[in-house]
């Protein structure tokens, strides 16, 4: 069954397709995001764009990413990680 | 906690017991009336261990010697104990060494003490053939701290050593000091991780950086002794405590613990029970690798600690009388050929350069020798009381100075201060007053952490004598800055809506997340998610192995996306790689098909001929298909040849074989095109024929021109 063919009823619970445990990479603009494309180690990590700011990251990889993005000189902050 | 995880261990433990074993442990634990199944047997076991009433009842059938040993090992508040300092502990206590194994098999058999078994062992069949193996290597055991913790002792007759001094003058730390050091080792090996030998010791590079390190090996001001091997002392101490993690071949620094923002009793509890865990480290040789020589020292801490703890509050013992009354008694110094080095002054070192800065003990000096007791925090927690109020402490303490070198006074530190400023500063001295250096780097890290501009703002605030100077807060800002423009989400939860409307409502409901597109909501972590709001029309992990929900047609270019089980990964991979022909079909399928230019675009991606194997593999179950790798290969690799050519169709395979093999015929013949063709040289076929005529064949005077 579709989301869309769900449906919600006003008030009633929104019909949703859960994604768990994505890695995403996400931007303050676009220049950005191509600059991170255009670096041939993190293009490879990349499987995809979902909107012009947010890549989609490969499972795993996330130090990977964080490590060449350090490199860059990029200071990445991570989300999702308490004082 | 601790009792859960605990008795999680305890769990997988009984699952790797053989049958018999186990319904042996279970008859003395669980009594069960009937023949129940194993999965039972285990369940029923552990109700037990969650029972008090029933467990106090099992620990009451114990005999002396059993319930002193479980009491005297909570006392320590370490759940795993080496089993050869359990023996060492019972003949201590008095217990006759013929029937000390005896004890301990016993207490094994009634499931109140488990075998720590190596992660990969699935079965295990006899607590005496285990225990017999200790010859190959030290053997560990786990005693659950739900039962430890409710044994009653039998009376002992602990001795009398302490005397009351009227004049004494008490020496007791702050407890900072191994925080401190601890916090520096942090630093160090976040930069650069200890690496290990194949051996598992230290590199050599390792191994100067802790003898030599001046912050971690230099004796504090108000330091009653010098410790050997500091810095080991300290790198053991960490790993056990979980700031070091191994890491393939590395030890790597991972979170400071989070108990350090409880107070002090909470850092110091954690630190304690590390201290009976030792085996690189002993106070007589200092640090000596792999040869877990501090074996009789774990026992012998413990037993001090318990004599001291049934002394009379007020009194003081002599160090030296503690030695020798250890010495009587402990298996390790009372058997004979005992070298005098190993009687040298090894209880000093423990007592006064490890136990005294974790505020177990305080001392004084009496006579030109220390005496020592308890303070009030090291007998609550030996007790497992609860620890004394401590004074408040005085929140304005640092001084944050234009050059970024923040000066900080000890009387106002606290450990959960402490632990903030590790995280956002570099330790540079250690003292009275100790200095820190602020710089991109380290402010870098405490937001890695959690931290932001503006609570790092507030830390300085709050602590600082006077306000934080403009140009330091100015460059806080730029750094902080700097970290907002990539956000990386280790394990985002995304939210996938039907339409824009619908994520409309949920924010308008109070969830909280970063809308990525018009239906796409991105949640740091799934625990943000209140789900009443939500019915799931679909759930994909991505921590899981790509689901299979492509099909491709016979023209092996056409694919077809089942919806309802696709994902992200697929859904932005798939425009990479492949046009997109029909958004959705009736029966909620996407279809996409592969040509010449989208698979141009995923070459220039950097995609190979594995790349899209292991993608078929991945998504459609199946090797890629022949049609699919031609348009993605086919400017990769050498450009065709077209050519005429003379083929001599046999009529048995065995003929082609012949003129293929014969030495005669070999050279006539260019290639074989299958199994009754072959190619063969135009110009010599005259010369070809005649040696056909001179075996029986007769090939043909003319060649067949192809129609068309």
Redesign the interface.
């Known amino acids: 069954m579709t989301i869309a063919a769900m449906g919600s009823g006003s008030g009633g619970r929104i019909p949703v397709k859960l994604h768990k445990r994505v890695c995403l990479v996400v931007t303050e603009d676009a220049v950005l995001a191509e600059e991170i494309l255009a670096r041939r180690k993190l293009a490879g990590e990349v499987v995809g764009r979902l909107t012009e700011r947010v890549l989609l990251i490969r499972p795993g990889r996330v130090e990977a990413v964080l490590q060449e993005l350090q490199k860059m000189g990029h200071t990445p902050q991570v989300a999702g990680k308490s004082a | 906690m601790n009792a859960e995880a605990d008795l999680d261990r305890v769990r997988s433990t009984l699952e790797c017991y053989d049958e018999p074993l186990l319904r042996e442990v279970a008859a003395r634990l669980a009594r069960p009336r009937n023949q129940w199944p194993r999965d039972e047997l285990i369940r029923k076991c552990l109700e037990v261990l969650e029972n008090p009433p029933v467990l106090d009842r099992r620990l009451a059938e114990l005999p002396d010697p059993a319930r002193s040993l479980l009491a005297i090992v909570f006392r320590s508040r370490q759940p795993e104990w080496p089993l050869a300092s359990l023996f060492e502990l019972l003949m201590a206590l008095g217990q006759e060494p013929a029937t000390v194994g005896a004890t301990i098999q016993d207490l094994f058999e009634a499931g109140l003490l488990y075998p720590v078994l190596p992660e990969q062992t699935t079965r295990f069949g006899s607590f005496g053939y285990w225990m017999s193996t200790a010859t190959e290597g030290p053997l560990y055991v786990l005693v659950p701290r739900p039962i430890a913790g409710r044994v009653r002792p039998p009376e002992t007759d602990w001795p009398e050593l302490g005397e009351r001094l009227a004049l004494a003058r008490p020496l007791q730390a702050d407890g900072l000091d191994w925080l401190l050091r601890l916090g520096v080792l942090w630093q160090q090996v976040r930069g650069m991780p200890f690496r290990r030998t194949q051996g598992g010791g230290l590199f050599k590079r390792d191994v100067e950086r802790l003898s030599q390190d001046g912050l971690l090996n230099a004796r504090a001001a108000d330091a009653l002794i010098a410790v050997p091997d500091q810095g080991f002392l300290l790198a053991e101490v960490a790993e056990r405590l979980g700031l070091l993690v191994p890491n393939d071949a590395e030890l790597r620094a991972v979170d400071l613990p989070e108990e350090w923002n409880e107070g002090l009793w909470s850092a110091l509890s954690g630190i304690v029970p590390q201290l009976f865990r030792l085996s690189d480290w002993g106070p007589v040789d200092g640090y000596r690798p792999l040869s877990n020589h501090n074996q009789p020292f774990a026992s012998a801490y413990l037993l001090v600690l318990e004599v001291l703890r049934n002394q009379p509050v007020e009194e003081w013992v002599a160090i030296d009388l503690l030695q020798d009354w250890i010495q009587e008694r402990h298996p390790f110094w009372a058997r004979s050929g005992v070298r005098p080095s190993q009687r040298g002054p090894w209880l000093e070192v423990f007592l006064l350069g490890v136990a005294w800065p974790v505020r177990l003990i305080e001392a004084t000096r009496h006579e030109e020798s220390w005496r020592v007791r308890l303070t009030e925090w090291g007998r609550a927690f030996l007790s497992g009381q609860e620890p004394p109020l401590l004074p408040p402490p005085f929140p304005k303490t640092l001084l944050l100075q234009p050059n970024l070198e923040i000066l900080v006074y000890r009387q106002g530190l606290t450990p959960a201060l402490l632990r903030?400023l590790t995280?956002a500063a570099t330790w540079k001295t250690l003292g009275a007053a100790c200095t820190l250096a602020l710089e991109a780097e380290t402010v870098?890290r405490?937001?890695?952490?959690?931290?932001s501009f503006e609570?790092l703002s507030r830390l300085f605030e709050q602590h600082g004598t006077r306000s934080t100077p403009p140009g330091v807060l100015d460059l806080m800002r730029t750094?902080a800055n700097?970290?907002?423009?990539?956000?990386?989400?280790?394990?985002?939860?995304?939210?996938?809506?039907?339409?824009a409307r619908?994520l409309d409502?949920?924010l308008a409901r109070g969830v909280t997340g970063?809308r990525?597109?018009d239906t796409?909501l991105?949640v740091?972590?799934?625990d943000q998610i209140d789900f009443?709001?939500?019915?799931?029309?679909?759930?994909?992990?991505?921590?899981l192995p790509p689901e299979r929900c492509v099909t491709v047609e016979a023209d092996g270019v056409t694919l077809s996306v089942d919806?309802?089980r696709s994902?992200?990964?697929l859904?932005?991979?798939l425009?990479?790689i492949a046009e997109l022909v029909e958004r959705q079909t009736s029966n909620?399928r996407r279809i996409y098909r592969l040509t010449p230019e989208s698979l141009g675009r995923a070459r220039e991606?950097?995609w190979s001929a594995i790349t899209l194997e292991n993608w078929f593999q991945q998504r459609l179950g199946i090797s890629a298909t022949p049609a699919a790798k031609l348009l993605l290969l086919a400017p990769m690799l050498d450009s065709p040849r077209l050519r005429r050519l003379v083929v001599l169709t046999v009529s048995d395979s065995a003929l082609a074989d012949g003129l293929e093999q014969w030495p005669i015929t070999r050279p006539y013949v260019v290639e074989r095109l299958g199994p009754l063709s072959l190619v063969v040289q135009q110009d010599r076929l005259p010369a070809l024929r005649e040696i056909a005529t001179r075996l029986g064949l007769r090939l043909p005077e003319a060649v067949e021109e192809l129609p068309g």
């Open positions: 903030r995280l870098y405490a937001l890695e952490a959690g931290e609570s750094w700097k970290r907002e423009r990539i956000t990386l989400y280790p394990t985002a939860t995304l939210l996938e809506f039907a339409s619908e409502e949920a970063f990525a597109t796409v991105v740091a972590s799934e009443k709001h939500f019915r799931l029309a679909g759930s994909r992990d991505y921590g919806l309802s994902d992200l990964l859904e932005t991979e425009p990479r909620n991606a950097g």
